[in-house]
Nanobody
Framework: QVQLVESGGGLVQAGGSLRLSCEASRRTISTYTMGWFRQAPGKEREFVGASSWSRDNIYYVDSVKGRFTISRDNAKNTVYLQMNSLKPEDTAVYYC????????????????WGRGTQVTVSS
């Protein structure tokens, strides 16, 4: 089974930045669409953004456009989520996941997931 491990979460003040990493145990990053999701306590898991195997296909939810950036390093089997201008509403557990679909937004279309990393933004 493919294993995904997220890292880089933490506690930051509003307006600060964090860079999340998602490393795969095998060269999955170059084969599958890699998505980022987040889930706050008591809320449903929501789509944040995704990067397909094609470097030209990157998608973001409207609430993070202009603030978050997804990038890939296929040689390192790693996908990154650079988060700038963080807001308290960005507080959540962030997950990366892999899918055979291009740019899917539904969690149900992803076949494997990391265990998540906590991001907390103070006001």
């Amino acid at each position: 089974q493919v294993q995904l491990v997220e890292s880089g979460g933490g506690l930051v003040q509003a307006g600060g930045s964090l860079r999340l990493s998602c490393e795969a145990s095998r060269r999955t990053i170059s084969t599958y669409t890699m998505g980022w999701f987040r889930q706050a306590p008591g809320k449903e898991r929501e789509f944040v953004g995704a990067s397909s195997w094609s470097r030209d296909n990157i998608y973001y939810v409207d609430s993070v456009k202009g603030r978050f950036t997804i990038s890939r390093d296929n040689a390192k089997n790693t996908v990154y989520l650079q988060m700038n201008s963080l807001k308290p509403e960005d507080t959540a557990v962030y997950y990366c996941a892999g899918s055979t679909y291009g740019g899917p937004r539904s969690p149900g279309l992803y076949g494997f997931w990391g265990r998540g990393t906590q991001v907390t933004v103070s006001s």
